[in-house]
Nanobody, 124 residues
Framework: QVQVVESGGGLVQAGESLRLSCTAS????????LGWFRQAPGKEREGVSC????????YYVDSVKGRFTISRDNAKKTLYLQMNNLKPEDTAMYYC?????????????????WGQGTQVTVSS
């Protein structure tokens, strides 16, 4: 049984940082492409970032480039999203996804597995 669990969300002020973590069990983590999506109220879900199995290739949506960093620790079966200089428009539910299609042009819309989400709220 595959379980994907996010943590690290919270309420911060604009300009502050958060680090999201995602652990995955029940799958061959080291060979899966992984990613982060987010969905704000009233908006469509958006692919934020993804990373290939080795960490040698990453993708970021334009709105987070230079502020967010995705990384992974295959030994710990953990995915991270370091979010710096957060802005109110980053407020959303953030979802970890495993088995994504990750390329330099973006994330595929239908990952194999999803986490339950962690809320990030940025106040101005």
């Amino acid at each position: 049984q595959v379980q994907v669990v996010e943590s690290g969300g919270g309420l911060v002020q604009a300009g502050e940082s958060l680090r999201l973590s995602c652990t995955a069990s029940g799958l061959t983590f080291a060979y899966d492409e992984l990613g982060w999506f987010r969905q704000a109220p009233g908006k469509e879900r958006e692919g934020v970032s993804c990373i290939n199995w080795s960490g040698s290739m990453t993708y970021y949506v334009d709105s987070v480039k230079g502020r967010f960093t995705i990384s992974r620790d295959n030994a710990k079966k953990t995915l991270y999203l370091q979010m710096n200089n957060l802005k109110p428009e980053d407020t959303a539910m953030y979802y970890c996804a495993a088995g994504v299609v990750c390329s330099k042009s973006g994330l595929g819309p239908a990952p194999n597995y999803w986490g339950q989400g962690t809320q990030v709220t940025v106040s101005s």
